[in-house]
């Protein structure tokens, strides 16, 4: 079924799109010249994403200007100004420094959508660290593995996730020097071995003057996953700030008086990308949503707050979808002006019915972890084409290539799938993958850097997401790789082999389902199963534990001993097997 392109309205004849004309804008475009959009540190002294987001302003015309405005999940709001911001930024990098603390070391945090996050990114990269945010339904092994790879010095949580999460493994994490705990009980209770965050603030200056920073210093580590091996810790640095502010600019088409709603969680890219930078560098209000998604208290939150530009994600719109367009009308939504979605393919249906339901369409965009920020979008002044991820950003360089016989990377013609490939030269584009040099140099080839997503190109410049390239799996909009959920099925006594693969959901797009074979003395019950699905639970947390496991005799393998996951889709999904010619059992 093929769906019509909708032209829209170009909106309230008060707020004219950023970006008017495309082509024109492509033509245009330098990064040097978006650079010189942003302040740069006072006397030459560099560029820090803290200064650009929050000391400019704290420190500006929109000092009085709420930066961000927290709903708590029991009903409560509390509003931070950018003067506030800057102050409580500063009390947390005066508070770093107190401990000794360095530029370059790392600052995780492991939390909810809580304020105090917020102040720990934004202080974090004040003080020159890098900063790290974890998912808060991780486990205890994958909070394990990513602190122990980019070798976390700092921990900010709150004093749960710290009992339950971190403190049974802290014995395994020799890096990390302190761990600050956000207080949930007043007066905090005392947690042996940590420091409490706010007593912490509370005996610093709020004043704090950011030293020299190159564009080029790290500033950011947000884990991603491959089909193999260990988390791959993707480094950004300060002057990723030009892309977020720019691309908040164009792809999401922010003025300086919206009021901006990204739903996305700090622990992923986006939500820190746009949920904490983006907004804050162009100067907006940024609703920060403590609670879980619930359709009628988002909508809530738009009428209440007067939403003008939302941020969501395919999962949330199809959920939306189904619960219907009556829920909708019961709300005064009017004061919508720009919708966006990331994260998955957006399907052309639930496009068409955000059109009918808000008033204007969903606008897909399309970037990953390693670009840092968007790259392709349907952007505000276009003709929206459902199912269709958009045009790339100005300043990019997008094409659809494929690897010749010779070996070469050439690029193929429109229409045709094949591999999504970037000029790389942006600049959030990632620096490396953090103590794995050859798995960053295998992201290139002439010139390129390959995507892992297959996509094709339609002739007017529309690129079209067809699938991945590898067995990595898309769940919820999170991005979780097989082999860190086979490695914990393996420890658990009864399991002798595990493959792991993305089983299609009509929400979830994915979900993720194990197939087990498993040790000569246990047999398949289903309460072995139910164990199994608590263990790996237990140990990875709700966001990537498996929500179905089947039992098999046996995996497939390759000759060389992999597992082969492609055919254990196929299988799940009545497909072909393709070629098996490299199945161990041939
Ligand atoms: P992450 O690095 O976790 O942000 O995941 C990036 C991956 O999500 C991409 O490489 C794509 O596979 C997928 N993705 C992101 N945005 C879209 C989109 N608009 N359409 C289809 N897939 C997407």
Known sequence: MSFEPICKPSGPASVPPNLVNYESARASFSWDAARRELDGLPDGAGLNIAHEAVERHATGRRRDHIALRWLGRKGSQRDITYAEFGELTSRFANGLAELG???????YVLAGRIPELYVTALGALKHRCVFCPLFSAFGPEPIRSRLSIGQGR????????????????RDSLPHLEHVLIVAETDPPSAVPGTHDFGRLLAGVPDRYQISPTRP?????????????????GAMHVHEAVVAHHTTGKLALDLHPDDIFWCTADPGWVTGTSYGIIAPLTNGVTSIIDEGDFDAERWYRVIEQQRVNVWYSAPTAIRLMMKLGEDVVRQHDLSSLRFLASVGEPLNPEAVVWSHRAFG???????????TGGIMIANFASMEVRPG??????PGID?????????????VIQDDESGELALRPGWPSMFRGYFGQPERYASCFADGWYLTGDLARRDPDGYFWFVGRKDDVIKTSGHLIGPFEVESILLEHRAVAEAGVIGKPDPQAYEIVKAFVALKADFAPTDELRRELLGFARTRLGAAVA???????PKLPKTRSGKIMRRLLKARELGLPEGDISTLEEN
């Open 546 to 552: 498996p929500k179905e496991i089947e039992f098999v």
């Open 101 to 107: 603390v360095k530029a370059g070391d790392a600052v």
């Open 360 to 370: 204007t369409p969903f606008h897909d965009n399309w970037w990953q972890t390693e």
């Open 216 to 232: 080029e210093d790290p500033a950011l580590l947000h884990f991603t996953s491959g089909t193999t091996g260990t988390p791959k």
């Open 398 to 410: 997008a094409a659809i290539v494929r690897r010749a016989a010779s070996g070469a990377i050439e």
């Open 388 to 393: 269709s991820m958009g045009r790339p950003l």
């Open 154 to 169: 700092v921990l900010v949580t709150t004093e749960a996730l710290y009992q339950r999460k971190v403190a049974p493994i």
